[in-house]
């Protein structure tokens, strides 16, 4: 059968124009033979719900939507809706045409439930879809962990339709989809599945969220039949299932070149932020900082350079002014002169550098005003982790590369100049290295900036505490003064405007209760295993609930060590075991609940680039909802 995808561009919730484009699209593959048209998870409602008040309103105007695509589109499609599920996303696979309308994961709990397997454990999702179509059994993945259970469980299934629910994180190259092909995931998939894999991306940004594309079809055998370009739309229909014919023409997967893929992205997220907001223009101040450069060429790149306007605002630096002026001029871009203008003319003191930045963002914020167009910052991710200019008030309404380390700011910089030459000079600022709170003087600045960011990464990213940070970068100093800006800034970044989401972990993410007072240390493992050992000895005493809470046990008893010869410790009281029975019954309550749940996917605010799906993981991705267990 042929199978094809339409990689497209969309307004989320335009739900009559999407509709419209996907029923010419339709079109356009039954003419090229598709008996089954793909459309990715963004197109027509977008990667996360509506707010909840909303949501039953929104839905019935989806299903109006569902009806004309059912009577309209020349051949059967899936078009992935996206619902809401206890406040996290829900993705739903529709297979609409000749007048019917197939929810596939509502089919499959459905059957499920009928057979009794829906509270199985043991069992893959009880939403995953399989379902016959055109001769073969098709099944549909929307997540890692679901391609995985059809690998774990050894599901039948012809061939594997994944609906990419996932934004491009620079930092997981499965994101990537078919960008890195010759490396991922997806054809170790197709070969343990014996099954084709058809990955779906959705292209453009929404929201914040940036999609690349990358669409592709795999063989059983990991072979590419086809592909579409990454940060573009496209139609492709692809033949899916026996053999490729011998004549047929050789697919080569795209190189993964990780700065230009993310160039590329950014340069996309900021076109579709801007363009689906009715903007055409961007402001900015260029101040000699790699971020406002390349956010100065990824705003020509995205809009056209007639469409850019910058304030050169460096005062006291004759060096750094020039390199500026220089790249503008490069870029072709409009640009005025901060000295020129008359409330910041008179602020040319080093000491009052804040009040000329606040006078720098209010010409930037009337200019935006006067061009429609919208404000935008060179702020990184990591002055925005460390708090770097917390005090400045900021004109800015989106910053580009927020969620880009200051160290791979530099390296798109050094990429874009392969492309054309527009930047003077490629390496920090004086003054740009990151300050923590202690001289770097043993290490150039780009060195110092490196470790500065991998600290930071390392936390935030991958989950690593400040003990296993430490333990790999063996710098104890760095890490915890690194990691304390990162939280002793947490109250600034409130806030502070919106960044295009291109990692698996954002800030927002990564962000603690603010005002929380404890905050974590470097701690040798003979700590934990001591205080482990002697609330264990405690418990093995039978201590109850109501002692810890200073109940009525005397405090001398209550802070006894336990004595191997104490009969008294050996045998706790009914008292004691029943405390210990209820305090299981409300952790196994909590766990139900979704109190171990470390990460959520899709979160409301994340669009959709949370990870798995709720619960703890286990050596092989598989997710357990409820890890707590009275054993």
């Known amino acids: 059968m042929r199978i094809g995808i339409a990689q497209i561009d969309t307004r989320a919730g335009d739900l009559e124009a999407t509709a419209t484009r996907m029923v010419a699209l339709s079109g356009t593959a039954a ?52 619902g809401a599920l206890d406040g996290q996303p829900a993705p739903e696979a529709v297979l609409v045409g000749d007048e019917k ?27 995953l879809p399989e379902f016959e179509f055109g001769g073969m059994r098709l099944g549909v ?9 059809y690998d774990d469980f050894d599901i039948d299934v012809d061939a594997i339709i994944y609906i990419a629910g996932y934004g491009y994180a620079a930092d997981d190259v499965d994101s990537a989809l078919g960008g890195d092909l010759a490396e991922n995931r997806y054809v170790a998939d197709a070969r343990t599945t014996g099954a084709w894999i058809v990955g779906v991306g959705s292209v453009g940004g929404y929201g914040t969220s940036v999609y690349s594309g990358s669409s592709f079809a ?22 899916v299932g026996g053999s490729p014919a011998d004549g047929d023409e050789e697919v080569l997967p795209e190189v993964y070149n990780r700065p230009l893929y993310l160039w590329q992205t950014l340069v996309l ?42 304030i050169v605002d460096v005062p006291g630096d004759v060096s750094r002014e020039a390199c500026c002026q220089r790249l503008a001029r490069n870029l072709r871009i409009d640009v005025r002169d901060a000295g020129d203008m008359r409330a910041a003319a008179f602020v040319a003191k080093p000491e009052d550098a804040l009040l000329r ?26 002055a925005l982790a460390l708090g770097e ?84 970068l063996r710098d104890d100093r760095l890490v915890e003064a690194v990691l304390a800006r990162l939280d002793e800034s947490e109250p600034w970044r409130v806030g502070r405007g919106l960044y295009l989401m291109v990692s698996t972990v954002t800030l927002f993410d990564a962000r603690r209760p603010v005002g929380l007072a404890w905050h974590n240390r470097i701690r040798a493992d003979r700590d934990a295993a001591s205080t482990l050992d002697r609330v264990t000895r405690r418990v093995g005493a039978g201590i109850g609930l109501s002692d810890l809470r200073g109940g009525p046990t005397s405090r001398k008893n209550a802070h006894k060590e336990p004595d191997d010869g104490d009969a008294g410790a050996a045998a706790p009281s009914r008292g004691d075991a029943r405390q210990v029975k209820d305090a299981l019954s409300f952790l196994r309550d909590f766990s139900y609940g979704g109190g171990f749940r470390p990460k959520g996917f899709g ?29």
């Open 31 to 82: 003419e090229q033979g598709a008996d089954l048209l793909v459309f990715p998870m963004a197109a027509l409602t977008g990667p996360l719900p509506v707010r909840e008040s909303e949501q039953d309103d929104f839905l019935v105007d989806v299903m109006d939507a569902l009806v004309r695509l059912s009577e309209e589109v020349s051949c059967p499609c899936i078009v992935p809706v996206v």
């Open 141 to 149: 993945a929307f997540t890692y962990e679901d391609l995985d259970d």
């Open 603 to 631: 979160d409301a605010q994340d669009g959709g680039q949370g990870g798995p799906a709720n619960g703890f993981e286990d050596s092989h991705g598989r997710t357990w909802p409820n890890p707590f267990s009275e054993n």
């Open 101 to 127: 309308i197939l929810p596939l994961k509502m089919q499959a709990y459905a059957q499920s439930e009928d057979a009794g397997l829906a509270d199985d454990e043991d069992a893959p999702a009880p939403d």
């Open 218 to 239: 795999l063989s059983p055998e990991g072979e590419l039949v086809a592909s579409l370009p990454a940060c573009e739309e496209g139609l492709v229909v692809a033949e």
């Open 389 to 472: 200019k917390r005090r400045a008030l900021g004109a800015d309404a989106l910053k580009p590369v927020g969620d880009v380390y200051r160290s791979d700011v530099l390296e798109l910089m050094r990429m874009r100049n392969t492309i054309s030459p527009v930047f003077p000079s490629t390496r920090l600022a004086a003054g740009e290295a990151p300050e923590v709170g202690f001289d770097h003087a043993s290490l150039p600045d780009e060195a110092w900036c490196a470790e500065v960011d991998q600290v930071l990464s390392d936390h935030i990213e991958y989950g690593r505490s400040v003990t296993e940070v430490a333990a790999d």
């Open 357 to 382: 930045r606040g006078i720098v963002d209010a010409y930037l914020a009337v200019w935006a005003a006067e061009v429609g167009g919208v404000v935008l910052s060179g702020a990184d991710k990591t």
């Open 269 to 310: 997220g900021l076109r579709d932020y801007l363009h689906k907001l009715d903007q055409r223009s961007a402001v900015l101040a260029l101040d000699g900082s790699v971020g406002s450069m390349v956010v100065a060429a990824l705003a020509t790149d995205a809009l056209g350079p007639t469409n850019v306007h910058a």
